[in-house]
């Protein structure tokens, strides 16, 4: 079972919420659960477990072509072929090259050369993490190289990590509607949208649940921070008919536990009631049981 969470906009909760489900699944169900965070630019679950264990870290590569000159005929097939720009040619000055930061290594532009001028050669992606945080299955967390652009690929390599024994995977998506998003929740089971009761909250929101119609994924919608804002949030959700799976209120004292990465340390009981009470819901909708 797949649990993306999601938002259209960074600072909803996503990543609250998506610990706290990690760590009352666990708790509520003992099931085997594991945390994936695909927010590859920047990783921030492992802060919320001090005393998780590094078990595995290994580099990722991408493939990229290289041409080489002396073989190329500069008759642009590859170039043609690529969907992404990636490959310049201009014949008249004899010039072929590859921009590494539009190649997303689908190997089009091997297949067009008739004339073996192309090769490949690896380069870093990022890294990808496994740690035990002494909850279910652990965390495994992608990191993407400071300057590369290539967070989807890192994405796909990230979500092919997850353990073959888990029973629930939650993915911890990237904030807003963009490729990353799309790769990350693209075969999930079910999507929590997390959102705030804001003006910026709702246009955001608006984006993503076209989104996922479109991608036609089952969801409902997290209200984080209740109480702060108008209600144009819960009118937007009754009038199209999506469920509100839970509303957690604004609290400055909890906000402060986030910013200091306790929010797993002494859980006021309101909270960990609305967790619980959130995952029976899953449970009924998923039948995680």
């Known amino acids: 079972m797949k649990i993306a969470v999601a938002s259209g906009k960074g600072g909803t909760g ?173 075969d999930a089971d079910y999507v929590i949208l997390v959102t705030e009761p804001t003006p910026f909250g709702l246009h955001d929101l608006k984006i993503t649940v076209e989104l996922l119609l479109d991608l036609q994924i089952p969801f409902g919608v997290i209200i984080n921070k209740a109480g702060l804002g108008n209600r144009n949030v819960y009118e937007f959700l009754v009038h199209y008919n999506i469920d509100i799976l839970a509303e957690i209120p604004f609290d400055k004292s909890y906000a402060g536990k986030y910013a200091s990465g306790d929010i797993l340390e002494n859980i006021p009981d309101e909270i960990e009631e609305i967790y619980k009470e959130l995952i029976q819901k899953l449970e009924l909708k998923l039948a995680l049981r």
């Not at 994936?36 to 919320?48: M, Q, S, T």
């Not at 539009?102 to 496994?130: D, R």
Request: aromatic content about 8%; glycine content about 6%.
């Open 14 to 186: 996503k990543t609250t919420v998506s610990i706290n489900l990690y760590f009352f699944i666990e708790k509520f169900f003992n099931k085997a659960v594991q945390l994936v965070d695909c927010d590859v630019e920047e990783p921030n679950d492992a802060l919320f477990f001090p005393g998780a264990e590094t078990k595995r870290e290994k580099e990722v590569f991408l493939s990229v072509p290289e041409i080489n000159p002396g073989k190329c005929t500069f008759c642009k097939k590859c170039s043609n072929w690529c969907e992404f720009n990636a490959i310049s040619i201009v014949k008249a000055l004899k010039f072929a090259g590859v921009n590494a930061d539009l190649c997303h290594s689908c190997g089009a532009c091997l297949e067009a050369c008739n004339f073996g001028a192309i090769s490949e050669q690896n380069q870093t992606l990022g890294q990808i993490k496994y740690l035990d945080t002494g909850i279910g299955l652990g965390l495994t967390e992608g990191r993407l190289k400071v300057g590369s652009s290539m967070q989807t690929s890192l994405i796909k390599k990230v979500k092919k990590e997850t353990n073959p024994n888990s029973e629930i995977v939650i993915f911890d998506a990237p904030p807003g509607t963009s490729c990353p998003v799309v790769e990350t929740v693209a």
